[in-house]
């Protein structure tokens, strides 16, 4: 497999196939949604960036701006990879083998729709399990267990970055998951909450033009875009 790397990330190159195909290597893996906000974060945050770039986990090019981040760096990704799109692919395998998913985070109502309307589009799918990401992670012994009990093959944490990235370093080896992933606001687009942008501006790199048309409290989080270009930018002339 082919990584491009950036500012001392190594950044899934291949294909979303080539991903799915490479997941299965792994024992557990934590999949990582590296859009430039997390990754610039990640630069500021010693804990978060040895998350990042422990040998478990798997940084995909999550966005138009880590796809230019890999071309100014001379080492360009082979496609952009949205963090949604793995999940499905995630739920679609999970589902046709039989296997369990586990969903973490949101509010309760959210994560409730989400459950139910994966269920709806998935009717072999096996949901083990949901709970609202109003808790201390840090004494939350009860999801914990029911984790264990239901053995998932998968969990998905939509707590938003950093808390969902804490959640998992502090869980990944206690629990039997194979699959981690922090999936953001994915449940809201599950639930029916929110809609992601039309397939052309997808296409064409401009769902994140979509999303704070939506939701113009985002444009501050922009911010971290040119931040984290004129970062790889430096990196290259230094």
């Given at each position: 497999?082919?990584?491009?790397?950036i500012l001392?990330?190594?950044?899934?190159?291949?294909?979303?196939?080539?991903?799915?195909?490479?997941l299965?290597?792994?024992?557990?893996?934590?999949?990582?949604?590296?859009?430039p906000?997390?990754?610039?974060?990640?630069?500021?945050?010693?804990?978060?960036?040895?998350?990042?770039?422990?040998?478990?986990?798997?940084?995909?090019?999550d966005?138009?701006g880590?796809?230019?981040?890999?071309?100014?760096?001379?080492?360009?990704?082979e496609?952009?990879?949205?963090?949604?799109?793995?999940?499905?692919?995630?739920?679609?395998?999970?589902?046709?083998?039989?296997?369990?998913?586990?969903?973490?985070?949101?509010?309760?109502?959210v994560?409730?729709?989400?459950?139910?309307n994966?269920?709806?589009?998935?009717?072999?799918?096996?949901?083990?399990?949901?709970?609202?990401?109003?808790?201390?992670?840090?004494?939350?012994?009860?999801?914990?267990?029911?984790?264990?009990?239901?053995?998932?093959?998968?969990?998905?944490?939509?707590?938003?970055?950093?808390?969902?990235?804490r959640?998992?370093?502090?869980?990944?080896?206690?629990?039997?998951?194979?699959?981690?992933?922090?999936?953001?606001?994915?449940?809201?687009?599950?639930?029916?909450?929110?809609?992601?942008?039309?397939?052309?501006m997808i296409?064409?790199?401009?769902?994140?033009?979509?999303?704070?048309?939506?939701?113009?409290?985002?444009?501050?989080?922009?911010?971290s875009?040119?931040?984290?270009?004129?970062?790889?930018?430096?990196?290259?002339?230094?």
């Amino acid at each position: 497999m082919r990584f491009s790397k950036i500012l001392g990330y190594s950044i899934f190159a291949g294909s979303k196939a080539q991903l799915f195909d490479y997941l299965d290597t792994f024992d557990k893996v934590n999949v990582v949604s590296g859009n430039p906000e997390v990754l610039y974060n990640g630069m500021n945050d010693s804990e978060l960036y040895s998350i990042f770039t422990g040998r478990s986990s798997v940084i995909i090019p999550d966005g138009v701006g880590t796809v230019l981040a890999s071309k100014l760096a001379g080492d360009p990704v082979e496609e952009k990879i949205a963090g949604i799109e793995v999940m499905e692919g995630i739920i679609e395998r999970c589902e046709k083998e039989g296997q369990g998913i586990y969903l973490l985070g949101a509010k309760e109502e959210v994560v409730a729709a989400c459950a139910e309307n994966l269920k709806l589009k998935h009717p072999g799918l096996r949901i083990a399990g949901w709970h609202n990401g109003y808790f201390d992670i840090d004494n939350c012994g009860d999801i914990i267990s029911e984790i264990k009990e239901k053995k998932p093959r998968a969990i998905f944490v939509a707590m938003g970055s950093p808390r969902q990235d804490r959640f998992i370093l502090k869980y990944m080896d206690e629990l039997p998951c194979r699959i981690f992933m922090g999936v953001g606001g994915s449940f809201d687009v599950f639930s029916g909450n929110v809609q992601r942008a039309p397939r052309w501006m997808i296409n064409i790199g401009m769902e994140w033009l979509y999303r704070v048309s939506r939701e113009p409290w985002r444009l501050k989080r922009l911010s971290s875009i040119p931040k984290f270009l004129t970062a790889v930018l430096l990196h290259r002339e230094g």
